[in-house]
């Protein structure tokens, strides 16, 4: 047990400060159970967000310190015990209350998404895929939708005007995981280009820094979908081939990079 | 709080989790204007935090498999007093509905000729979870909403539904606010399918999330509808032990059915010594034998460890109590002696994770500590199996917050594959029933207005009770007298105090505004919490035998006659709760014969 200050944004847009308080810390704790305890002590209208508290459902994003990161998987021995810990809300969304945003522009966006069209299942009607098949896939199965990566991607953080042009970092990610489904049928090149906008990220990489599920999302999701896009561009007449063979596989990064290396 | 927007539609579904959004998909295709309500964003409900996979007689793995063997299992399971008419239509159902979700998009983990890999799980005689490895509900979310939002379905997230909304005698729409802003909502709706999960908040220890406070089987009861079951109240032998913090927090049951073993103080094996003798004919004896099993399933019994979770969680509490527990008061629970670090990263990801980052615990090179969490509830709203309908024209519930499939106990795997079954009927029932409706009927502004007054008052109060000091009582008193182990005069003592929290709770006072206060709202939950833990005691007194998940000191063995009804409680003309014993139904032959044969 220790006292530690919590220095906690309070209010609401335009309107708002930091207040500091005082709660006793437990060994093992994290920073949510920190602002929990401050709520359920001193401020029980402290605004949070917050579910699963093991890092499954991506309700606790904030700005820890200045990290953009989930509250409930962020230790307090992380920081230095005689400072304060700061804790303020996402910086990209507009200001609900405290450390509450509204992020509700994620769910217009998905909504523009089209869902999967599944290739026909072979005769025997089962939907064959090897664990191989999927495994490229996966990792973008794992976003918990966390806005973590859509709160840090310069693009749309400096420049709100962005967010009409660009979909951002987590659509790219799910965008990724429609083209890698095994069975996918259908070609997103134009929706990736003109739509979602995959040439307005120019790969700072900020994004995966943050994201909490680990997802190389720069590496094996955005620039994936950039070279699909590129293909359509430079080379009309072999996209029409590789849909008469059958969908032309992405390159997985080692094997871009050998290419690379080699041109 | 005068004024209030009204929203019309067909069907409500209240709740997103995989029950609410499969009935929400199910109404659209029928054809009704459908909207879904949930308390959180979207995509954030309990089920998003299932961990161990689905259960459904593929038979993918096990070709002997079929939804014969599921249904004995569930039935088993549950002590004998499920709903069988519910217990056939989902173990017949759960394979179509899991193939669909694949349809959908999801994609679960694989067998090596390329179908839908399956695991064992506790209580099933066959390896029958589906799960993408231990992020199953994630999975099964995504492909849900994604699916729910191409059928152009409205979602009004971080908004709660305080009350249904009735003519004389039928459902005609719901009253809500929403949180974010405190705006009153009225919802004109001709049928409202409640889907809003469970009740983990009562107790003190749980792997719930603050969601989890009773809303739907209190908006039930107090629209008239029935509450059953609602002794039946599991605990899952492993949760976090340690660090305090996540004390309670969820170690999947896939760490068991992928070799994982509880061990004591001392090393020993302990569950070879926690055989009932009803499931001693098909358990192994030795560890050896248990051994084998994962690799021979046809010539080897069942690891002990995969026992139903009452048996289980019963014996950890034992060995607790007699002292042979860890440090930290759990038991130990290993799989680093098991598997290879690689194979335990690849099929427990998220464990692994979650023990490295919150207990600084490295499972793929020690054991884990775990306990008893409450889990689960197999109490609820009482349904037609068919239909999903509640005794209240146009009100239907399914997934966690109705009951009748688990009886006196769940198995894993059998709530994801209870979601989409029974939620995909609701919602086909409640557009029928929208459907035959010219218009909704109408209720009375009234009402509306004596419920929005009191919302309001906690507000209102100049100074009173911290409602979360008030839950905070609730929680250790549900813990303490209404736990694993019951005793009649704890109960007593138990329903004693619940009266007392009522009468407070008319006291309590929110600080602050109606935009985004948490403390006002957990006031608002008070509520319902406290309509769910008087009906959990109440029903824990009446039955006086141990059966399931309900265990009692002072009436320890299984009564055979107390198998021929369920307990039921519903408001009287007060409002008071009202206990009666419902006879079952006789089971048809055919169903007899199962449980005897297969
Ligand atoms: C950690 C954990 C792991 C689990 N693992 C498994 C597993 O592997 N396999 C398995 O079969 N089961 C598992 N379970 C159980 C299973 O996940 C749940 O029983 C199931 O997800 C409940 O789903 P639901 O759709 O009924 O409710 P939920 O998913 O909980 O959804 C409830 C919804 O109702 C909304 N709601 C509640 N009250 C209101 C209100 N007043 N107004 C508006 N909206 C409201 C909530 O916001 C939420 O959207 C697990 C449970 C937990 C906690
Ligand atoms: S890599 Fe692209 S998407 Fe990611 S932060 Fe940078 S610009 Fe944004
Ligand atoms: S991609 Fe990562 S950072 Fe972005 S929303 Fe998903 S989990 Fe969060
Ligand atoms: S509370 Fe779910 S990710 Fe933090």
Redesign the interface.
């Known amino acids: 047990m220790a006292l530690r200050t919590i220095r906690i944004f309070r209010g ?1 847009a335009g309107n708002g400060t930091f207040v500091d308080y005082q709660v006793e810390v ?5 920073v949510l ?1 920190a602002v929990l305890k401050v ?3 001193l401020a ?16 606790c994003s904030a700005e820890i310190n200045g990290l953009p990161r989930l509250m409930c ?1 962020t ?1 307090m021995t992380l920081f230095p015990p005689d400072r304060p810990v700061t804790i303020a809300p996402l910086k990209a969304f507009p200001l ?3 450390l ?1 945003t ?3 522009i994620n ?1 217009h966006i ?2 523009q998404i ?3 069209r ?1 290739r026909p299942p072979g005769p025997d009607g ?6 191989d ?2 495994e490229r ?2 990792e973008f ?2 976003c ?2 966390c806005f973590l990566c859509q709160n840090v991607c310069h693009v749309l953080r400096d420049h709100p005007e962005n967010w009409a042009l660009f979909f951002g970092p987590r659509w790219m990610v799910r965008l990724a995981e ?1 083209e890698m ?2 069975l996918d049928d259908d070609d997103r090149r134009n929706f990736l280009k003109e739509k979602a906008g995959v040439g307005y990220c120019n790969i700072t990489k900020c994004c995966t820094e943050v994201c909490p599920a680990e997802i190389r999302i720069t590496d094996n999701a955005i620039i994936p979908l950039k070279e699909r896009v590129a293909d359509l561009h430079y080379d009309p007449f072999r996209w029409l081939l590789d849909r008469l063979r059958g969908k032309r596989p992405i390159p997985r990064p080692e094997e871009r990079v050998e290419k690379a290396a080699a041109s | 709080m005068a004024g209030y927007r009204v929203h019309e539609y067909d069907v409500l579904v209240v709740g997103a989790g995989g029950a609410g959004l499969r009935a929400a998909i199910a109404a659209a295709q029928e054809g009704a204007r459908t909207a879904i309500v949930c308390k959180t964003l979207l995509g954030k409900a309990h089920t998003v935090m299932a961990e161990g996979g689905v259960a459904a007689a593929l038979a993918t793995v096990d070709s002997e498999d079929n939804w014969r063997v599921h249904f004995r299992d569930t039935m088993r399971g549950g002590k004998l007093i499920n709903d069988w008419r519910m217990a056939m239509i989902h173990a017949q159902e759960a394979p179509d509905r899991v193939l669909e979700l694949e349809e959908w998009g999801a994609v679960f983990d694989r067998t090596a000729d390329g179908r839908i890999l399956q695991r064992p799980f506790g209580g099933h005689r066959y390896a029958r979870l589906a799960h993408v490895g231990d992020r199953t509900g994630l999975e099964l979310v995504r492909t849900l909403q994604q699916k729910a939002l191409s059928l152009g379905i409205d979602v009004f997230m971080e908004t709660s539904i305080v009350r249904i909304l009735k003519d004389s005698q039928r459902v005609a729409g719901a009253l809500g606010f929403r949180r974010d802003t405190g705006e009153l909502l009225v919802f004109r709706a001709k049928a409202v399918v409640l889907a809003t999960g469970g009740i983990g908040k009562c107790y003190k220890v749980t792997s719930n999330s603050w969601e989890y406070t009773g809303d739907g089987q209190a908006l039930a009861f107090w629209a008239g509808a029935e509450l059953m079951d609602m002794e039946f109240v599991q605990f899952h032998p492993t949760g976090m032990v340690w660090p305090p913090s996540v004390r309670g927090v969820l170690v999947t049951e896939a760490v068991r059915g992928e070799g994982g073993v509880l061990l004591n103080s001392r090393g020993e094996r302990f569950m070879f010594h926690y055989i009932p003798d009803y499931y001693r004919a098909e358990t192994a004896e030795t560890p050896q034998e248990a051994d084998r099993w994962y690799h021979d399933k046809r010539n080897n019994r069942r690891p002990p460890e995969l026992l139903p979770r009452d048996v289980v969680a019963r014996a950890i509490n034992a060995e607790i109590k007699a002292g042979r527990g860890s440090p930290h008061g759990g038991v130990y629970l290993d799989i680093a002696s098991r598997r290879s670090p690689k194979e335990i990263k690849h099929l427990l990801p998220s464990m692994y994770e979650q023990f490295a980052k919150l207990a600084d615990v490295d499972i793929t090179k020690e054991p884990m500590e775990v306990g008893p969490t409450m889990h689960y509830m197999m109490g609820g709203i009482r349904v037609d199996p068919e239909t999903a309908a509640t005794s209240v024209p146009g009100l239907y519930a399914a997934g966690e917050v109705a009951c009748g499939l688990h009886g006196a106990n769940r198995l894993g795997g059998n709530s994801l594959s209870d979601l989409l079954v029974f939620g995909r009927r609701a919602g086909i029932y409640a557009a029928r029933y929208a459907n035959s409706l010219p218009q909704a009927p109408t209720f009375s502004g009234d009402e509306v207005e004596t419920a929005a007054n009191e919302l309001i008052e906690p507000l209102h109060r100049a100074d009173g009770e911290n409602p979360f000091a008030l839950q905070a009582e609730l929680q250790e008193t549900m813990q303490n007298l209404v736990g694993i182990v019951r005793t009649g005069d704890e109960l007593k003592e138990a329903l004693h105090k619940i009266q007392e929290l009522k009468d407070r709770t008319k006291r309590v006072a929110a600080v602050g505004d109606v935009i985004y206060n948490p403390g006002w709202h957990m006031a608002i939950s008070l509520g319902p919490l406290l309509v769910v833990a008087e009906a959990i005691a109440l029903s824990a007194l009446e039955r006086r035998e141990s059966r399931g998940a309900h265990t009692r000191d002072d009436y320890p063995k299984e009564d055979p006659h107390q198998a021929s009804f369920n307990l039921v409680v519903s408001a009287d003309l007060q409002g008071r709760p009202q206990l009666r014993k419902e006879p079952r139904p006789e089971m048809p032959q055919e169903l007899k014969k199962i449980l005897e044969e297969v």
């Open positions: 609401t437990e060994e093992g704790n994290v159970d709520q359920a002590q029980p209208d402290l605004a949070v967000r917050w579910n699963c508290k093991a890092g499954k459902c991506g309700s998987m230790r609900i209350k405290d509450v509204d992020v509700s769910y998905a909504r089209p869902p999967l599944l089962i939907r064959r895929m090897t664990m098949d999927i896939a996966r199965r794992q918990i939708e429609l489904h095994p």
